[in-house]
């Protein structure tokens, strides 16, 4: 079984430029997360969508984060403009969005804000 | 919402010793329980899970036991390895399949 896709795996940018990460999940997961982690720091969750609805996105900065997930497959996170605390790694992951199943986690894409 | 309190790093160890890292959580409803790893250079996995009060779960030596009257889900291992090193972390799932993280712990054993 193909696991969590993500792409890129490593970004630089400098401050105030846009990026984008993408990620698909793995086929017939209904549940996709994204989170932020930050070295040294366990993950935090940015948004998680339910087929393509938004459950939560509480702790997502909506000033300059925005998330889709279009036809309730793949996902893409953008970031517009970035600042040097977005450095960190996003990590998307997905599961089947039922009751007490397993999160799979993509590789990650490693952001560096200069 | 959910919350975790995980016991501070980094944990040094010499193989063979017993680990035992601590984890507290608050949530509503009733969550599942997770522990996940991180080794070196690589993606977070699943490690083991318990799914309601009283379970074991186990996996690679490692076990947790769902404690629901303490809410906690403490993670141990009889004889660690080098091979253990990585970081851990506590996560319980709570409504709506949401998955809140610990900060994790650093686990480094030496041979």
């Known amino acids: 079984e193909a696991g969590v896709a993500q792409s890129p795996r490593y970004k630089i940018i400098e401050k105030r430029q846009s990026v984008a990460f993408w990620c698909n999940p793995i086929?017939?997961?209904?549940?996709l997360y994204w989170y932020q982690q930050i070295l040294g720091q366990g993950p935090k969750l940015l948004i998680q969508?339910?087929?393509?609805?938004?459950?939560?996105d509480s702790q997502l900065p909506k000033d300059r984060f925005s998330a889709e997930r279009l036809k309730g497959v793949d996902s893409t996170l953008k970031i517009q403009p970035a600042k040097l605390e977005d450095s960190a790694v996003y990590l998307c992951a997905s599961s089947l969005g039922v009751d007490r199943v397993e999160a799979f986690f993509g590789q990650g894409t490693r952001l560096t804000v200069v | 919402g959910n919350s975790v309190t995980q016991m501070e790093g980094p944990v040094t160890l010499s193989e063979e010793a017993f680990l035992t890292i601590n984890c507290t959580y608050t949530a509503t409803g009733y969550p599942s329980l997770f522990w996940y790893v991180q080794y070196p250079g690589e993606g977070l996995q699943l490690l083991l899970k318990?799914?309601?009060?009283?379970d074991k779960g186990s996996n690679k030596g490692f076990e947790a036991t769902y404690r629901k009257e303490t809410t906690s889900f403490h993670l141990e291992k009889g004889s660690v390895q080098v091979s253990d090193s990585a970081v851990y972390f506590c996560?319980?799932?709570?409504?709506?399949?949401?998955?809140?993280f610990g900060k994790g712990t650093l686990l480094t054993v030496n041979p």
């Open positions: 969508f339910q087929n393509n609805g938004v459950v939560d």
């Open positions: 996560a319980p799932q709570g409504s709506n399949y949401k998955l809140t």
């Open positions: 318990a799914t309601k009060a009283d």
């Open positions: 086929s017939g997961h209904a549940t």
